[in-house]
């Protein structure tokens, strides 16, 4: 167990629609990283927040934003969703610039 | 860009079968390069952190090694609980702590 925690576990939705992944960094960690796993791409980075405010963003779509709030939680919030957006979704937190540990993911499904 | 691959995209060893992994990098400035174990659904589980060349670490039956361009993750006498997908990321120097991943190897130990 990492330490880090993610809800929901699955989340199956249609094409348009807007979904909120929510994440619980561990214990004392400031920094909160985004990532998507999809079959062909691999892990790919979104964003990163620290302390409350946005530090990195990837190849992050316009259709999707995040944001950290001051108990440190953060959410990722997709909207008009696409058959694309189908992959896993992985919260990580680091304390600094040093390893990132990462929760168990969400699984998007996108009919 | 950053960019990592990893060889060979699958692995088959039988139990006791010592091998290792590479992982090739080019990244503007190296801050850290880190190794990943996945197992399917899961969240990846963090190894080791590598920083300079020549540095070793090792946690039971795997080593890491790092030189200025590549990685190796030896694996030595694997068990069929070693099978998993091992993924290897890249952290550059300046300001995004960004994990840039491989595809990773998924490896296989039969008993």
């Known amino acids: 167990d990492s330490g880090v925690t993610q809800t929901p576990k699955h989340l199956i939705t249609a094409t348009g629609q807007r979904v909120t992944l929510r994440c619980s960094p561990r214990?004392?960690?400031?920094?909160v990283y985004w990532y998507q796993q999809s079959l062909d791409q691999g892990l790919q980075f979104l964003i990163q927040y620290y302390n409350g405010e946005e530090r990195a963003k990837g190849n992050i779509l316009e259709r999707f934003s995040a944001q950290q709030f001051p108990d440190l939680h953060s959410e990722l919030n997709l909207s008009s969703l696409e058959l694309g957006d189908s992959a896993l979704y992985f919260c990580a937190s680091s304390a600094g610039a040093n390893e990132q540990f990462f929760g168990p993911g969400t699984r998007l499904t996108v009919l | 860009e950053d960019q990592v691959t990893q060889s060979p995209e699958a692995l088959r060893l039988q139990e006791g079968e010592s091998s290792s992994l590479n992982c090739s990098y080019t990244?503007?400035?190296?801050?850290?390069l880190f190794w990943y174990r996945q197992d399917p659904g899961k969240g990846p589980e963090f190894l080791f952190t590598l920083y300079s060349a020549g540095e070793e670490k090792e946690k039971e039956r795997l080593k890491a090694t790092l030189t200025k361009k590549e990685s190796f993750l030896h694996i030595t006498a694997p068990k069929p609980e070693d099978s998993a997908t091992y993924l290897c990321?890249?952290?550059?120097?300046?300001?995004?702590?960004?994990?840039?991943f491989g595809k990773g190897m998924k490896l296989t130990v039969n008993p």
């Open positions: 990321a890249v952290q550059a120097e300046g300001g995004s702590e960004k994990l840039v």
């Open positions: 990244v503007s400035g190296l801050r850290g």
């Open positions: 214990s004392g960690d400031l920094s």
